[in-house]
């Protein structure tokens, strides 16, 4: 025999032995296999399906933060709006409140001023009357030095006086 062909004897074991091993994985071997392949594709199936809902629930959320931000973005230029316009009316109530505290201090000055120029005048009056009243009293002295010059100067006050009666 050649070592090139087998002998039949031991071609009948090796269809035996084959049968054997194949009819033994066929009734334990394929199904355990074809299970597994099944849950490996269900496993991969359902986690297609997750990382789609995952998808779209990412772009939904995306969709939501967009949509927030934007809010978020409205909401922040009306504050700003808002402030801009508590500040200018803050700015303006202050200006007023400044001007009217101005126009009163001004009035107060002025009427100050006003009661200070009454009082100098008051008191440049009364200098005059008594430097009058000084310079009169020092020419009268030197008018009146004697008894005669007296007696002429009352005869002349009397006489107007008489005249001042007269007229009324």
Known sequence: ?????????????????????????????????????????????????????????????????????????????????????????????????AEIEGNKMLAETKRLIEQEKEEALQEIRNSVAELSLSIAEKVLRNELSTDKAQQAYTNKLVDEAVAKRGEK
Do not use: C, H
């Open 1 to 97: 025999m050649s070592i090139l062909l087998p002998d039949a004897g031991l071609l009948f074991w090796l269809l035996v032995a084959f049968g054997i091993v194949f009819f033994v994985l066929a009734k334990y071997g394929f199904p355990a296999i074809t299970t597994m392949i099944d849950e490996r594709k269900r496993f991969i199936d359902d986690s297609l399906q997750n990382a789609k809902e995952a998808n779209a629930r990412l772009a939904n959320i995306k969709a939501e933060s967009e949509a927030i931000l934007q809010a978020a973005r409205e909401e922040q230029a009306k504050i700003l709006r808002d402030a801009a316009a508590t500040r200018e009316q803050l700015i303006k109530e202050a200006r007023e409140k």
